[in-house]
């Protein structure tokens, strides 16, 4: 039982494709995050699952079941939109019992049942005759959550559900979608561009970019062993910093001609850069004579500091991690150097570090 995306290309027009050669399994019960920058197509893969969009080329089969020509109503899924979609001049209770009124073939008692369930999962029985307006933008989207968990479909897709909400119900509502996921079981297929939302609630994670699918995989696997720079630079905040590399022996090498690093694998020699997650990169306070970058502007976070540098040679700017007591200020001369812990890439991105390509192809 699973979502199997086949060689799924997509062009609006005949230029250029939206999407190229998608492919991906989907498996029954988990939470699948598509995630990338603002259009990649993650909306158009999204709505090519439910049948709102037709696809270019290629095969999406659901349990075995090839749904190309099924219109979304026969392919047994839910959709929660950003925009909510709910009817305002419904009640609460008739906007999640809507779908399965729609259906026809369901009993009242059933649908009765359904609904209140529903709405008690959610919490939100107590408001079951409001309408839209006198809701909360959260409670708005926990009655687009509970019409989704009422109406049984198999497969959930969400498009950035939790886009309007400020901060604060954002994390709350994360939680709730989390929760619900798990409870029922739901097959949940999620669309968002915050690499947060993605690591905090995903089985798997599938990065798009450039119109192609960079890499599928946990999110630990995206954040140890990423595909490439993109995403190694896509997850993560303050996002890695990337440096140019030269080989100086197999297993040393010399980083943006400043400082050394060893690294546990041969190297080709040229074209090489180094990523090194900002709470990866060292820093120490030096006299003038010794310094290889100066501190630019300092963000406190409470038990952290992010310090932000620019490079003596080239102006590069790159970012650390640091203890929140740690004592740095702007114009500092500092010496920066790294631990082992660096991801390698080569002249196209690649991620070349050993051990990454048996990760990413795993
Ligand atoms: N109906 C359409 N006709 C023509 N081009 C479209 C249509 N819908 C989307 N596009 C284009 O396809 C590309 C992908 O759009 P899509 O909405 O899938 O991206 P997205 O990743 O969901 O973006 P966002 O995060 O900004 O919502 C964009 O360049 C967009 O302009």
């Known amino acids: 039982m699973s979502t199997v995306l086949t060689n799924i290309t ?76 709910l009817f ?30 529903a709405l008690k999962m959610v919490n939100l029985e107590d408001l079951k005759e409001r309408k839209p307006r006198e809701l909360s933008g959260g409670q708005r989207q926990r009655v687009a959550l509970a019409r989704a968990v009422a109406s049984d479909a198999k497969i959930c897709l969400m498009d950035e559900p ?13 939680q709730e979608i989390y929760a619900l996921q798990r409870k029922l079981g739901l097959t ?19 990065v798009l970019h450039d119109s192609k699918v960079q890499q599928i995989g946990t999110p630990a696997e995206i954040y140890k062993y990423p595909a490439n720079e993109f995403v190694a630079g896509f997850f993560g905040v303050p996002p890695i910093n990337i440096l140019p590399a030269v080989k100086i022996s197999d297993g040393r090498l010399n980083v943006n001609n400043d400082f050394e690093v060893t690294v546990d694998q041969q190297v080709p020699t040229d074209d090489l850069k180094v990523g090194i997650r900002p709470n990866e990169l060292m ?42 007591d740690a004592e740095f200020k702007a114009y500092d001369s500092i010496k920066v150097s790294t631990t082992e812990k660096v991801l390698l890439f080569n002249g196209d991105g690649v991620n070349i570090t050993r051990n990454a390509e048996d990760a990413v192809n795993a």
């Open 188 to 206: 949940l297929i999620y669309v968002t561009h915050d690499q947060v939302e993605a690591m905090t609630m995903a089985d798997h994670i599938m």
């Open 283 to 324: 820093i120490e306070k030096t006299d003038e004579l010794h310094a290889n970058a100066t501190v630019k502007t300092i963000e406190f976070l409470g038990d952290e500091k992010i310090v932000y540098i620019k490079m003596s040679n080239n102006d590069l700017e790159v970012a650390a991690v640091v203890a929140s």
């Open 162 to 174: 939790l886009s309007n909400l400020d901060a604060q119900l954002r994390i709350k509502m994360r």
């Open 88 to 117: 305002p001049f419904l009640s609460v209770w008739d906007n999640v019992a809507f779908g399965l009124k729609a259906r026809k073939n369901t009993s009242q008692a059933e649908i009765e049942e359904r609904v209140n369930d």
């Open 10 to 85: 997509k062009s609006y027009d005949s230029e250029k494709n939206v999407l190229t050669d998608v492919n991906a399994e989907i498996q029954t019960g988990e939470f699948f995050v598509i995630v990338g920058p603002s259009g990649c197509g993650k909306s158009t893969l999204l709505r090519m699952i439910a049948g709102l969009t037709p696809i270019s080329e290629g095969e999406i089969r659901i349990n075995d079941d090839v749904v190309n020509d099924l219109p979304p109503k026969d392919r047994n899924l839910t959709m929660v939109f950003q925009s909510y979609a």
